[in-house]
């Protein structure tokens, strides 16, 4: 059974930075695809960044996010740096025994439970 736990998440002002992880059993890396997606209030879902060999990212956070995996710790981390008020919203994490990145949330099993990120302007 996969599970995935998400954390790091909190309040930080415009221009800081906060370390997202996501901590997954169940799952080999070598043959997932893990994704984060966020999810704004009032808003759809969107992809932000994936990994799966290659390394993806939104337009809107290029430059500024940077997406990893620590094989040993089973463990997948968004760093995000320059933090926008239009950056706050839940994000989650997500896996795909495909192994071919999306940002499309129906291509991903199995998901996390979510963690708040709060950019204060």
């Known amino acids: 059974e996969v599970q995935l736990v998400e954390s790091g998440g909190g309040l930080v002002q415009a221009g800081g930075s906060l370390r997202l992880s996501c901590a997954a059993s169940?799952?080999?890396?070598?043959?997932?695809?893990i994704g984060w997606f966020r999810q704004a209030p009032g808003k759809e879902r969107e992809g932000v960044s994936c990994?799966?060999?290659?390394?993806y990212y939104v337009d809107s956070v290029k430059g500024r996010f940077t997406i990893s995996s620590d094989n040993a710790k089973n463990t997948v981390y968004l760093q995000m740096n320059s933090l926008k008020p239009e950056d706050t919203a839940v994000y989650y994490c997500?896996?795909?025994?495909?192994?071919?990145?999306?940002?499309?949330?129906?291509?991903?099993?199995?998901w996390g439970q979510g963690t708040q990120v709060t950019v204060s302007s």
């Open positions: 169940g799952v080999t890396f070598d043959d997932y695809a």
């Open positions: 990994i799966s060999g290659r390394i």
């Open positions: 997500a896996a795909d025994p495909g192994g071919l990145c999306s940002f499309r949330g129906i291509d991903f099993e199995s």
